[in-house]
């Protein structure tokens, strides 16, 4: 009995062995194994793509904020802050369950005038990771240039009597300038902004500030005038300190009263 079991299957495997009915199911298991790990490569590849994108969108923004800091001003370190700042504000909103952002990493060329930023980021995968394969790795750089110089500007306002029902909008429109270029809170040390007031008029009441540049000549109307004198026409350096200085002719006019500032103007030397 046990003898033609054996035989028997001995004579099934014999068949077994050249038979090729069903080879193609195995065939077409394994391919399809490739096939759909193309496919979701490419889908994820693709999803890291579109987001290599939005990072880099959102980092172009960050070093152009940077460097719109940097034109006027010169902490760099305080420039550097910034962009991390920024960037991970817009970054928490944007990019969240995206993709995971490592540290933003800031290089500032301040002779050259250039901002480099770079990210390193890792979009997480959703087919490939079958594979093994749990993240795709994003590298992001930008690149931007600032104005590296320093900048000299010089306000010259008209405060004649044409201006008389204006001098409202004047104040406003020169302090948005002064407040655009020198932001609040940008210390004298750190602006590379440097700003002059001209004043379009025979006098201008320079408050607070007359006292001080007239040696406490420029009486209580506190105005003051163009240069007299034998330096009217020339650029020597003011006298703050001789009391017979002819540089100021704070004494001989008074400053209508709607050419006055109603408070401290914006700094001459900010």
């Not at 010169?74 to 920024?86: G, R």
């Not at 001989?252 to 700094?267: F, K, L, Y």
Request: aromatic share 6%; net charge neutral; proline share 3%.
């Amino acid at each position: 009995m046990l003898r033609r079991v054996v035989q028997r299957y001995r004579e099934a495997t014999r068949a077994f062995g050249p038979s090729r009915s069903g080879s193609i199911v195995l065939i077409w298991a394994l391919a399809m194994l490739v096939v759909i790990g193309a496919a979701g490569g490419a889908v994820d590849y693709g999803r890291a793509v579109n987001t290599r994108g939005l990072i880099a969108n959102e980092l172009d923004a960050a070093a152009l904020a940077g460097a719109r800091y940097l034109s006027t001003a010169k902490d760099v370190d305080e420039a550097k802050a910034l962009i991390k700042d920024t960037f991970a504000q817009t970054a928490a909103v944007k990019l969240a369950g995206i993709a995971e952002v490592e540290d933003v990493v800031p290089v500032i060329d301040s002779i050259n005038g250039v901002i480099t930023a770079t990210a390193q980021a890792y979009v997480p995968t959703a087919f490939v990771q079958l594979l093994g394969i749990r993240t795709i790795p994003v590298s992001v750089v930008a690149e931007v240039r600032f104005g590296s110089k320093y900048v000299e500007v010089a306000l010259v306002l008209d405060i004649t009597g044409s201006m008389m029902r204006d001098m409202d909008t004047l104040r406003t429109a020169a302090q948005s300038v002064v407040d655009e270029l020198i932001p609040e809170g940008t210390s004298e040390k750190n602006s590379k902004v440097r700003i002059s007031l001209v004043p379009y008029s025979q006098g201008v009441n320079l408050g607070q500030y007359a006292h001080k540049v007239t040696d406490g000549n420029a009486g209580t109307q506190n105005c003051v005038t163009e240069r007299e004198g034998g330096e009217k026409y020339t650029d020597a350096t003011y006298n703050y300190a001789d009391k017979d200085s002819d540089f100021f002719g704070a004494a001989r006019t008074v400053a209508p009263r709607h050419r006055r500032w109603n408070r401290s103007p914006p700094s001459a030397t900010s």
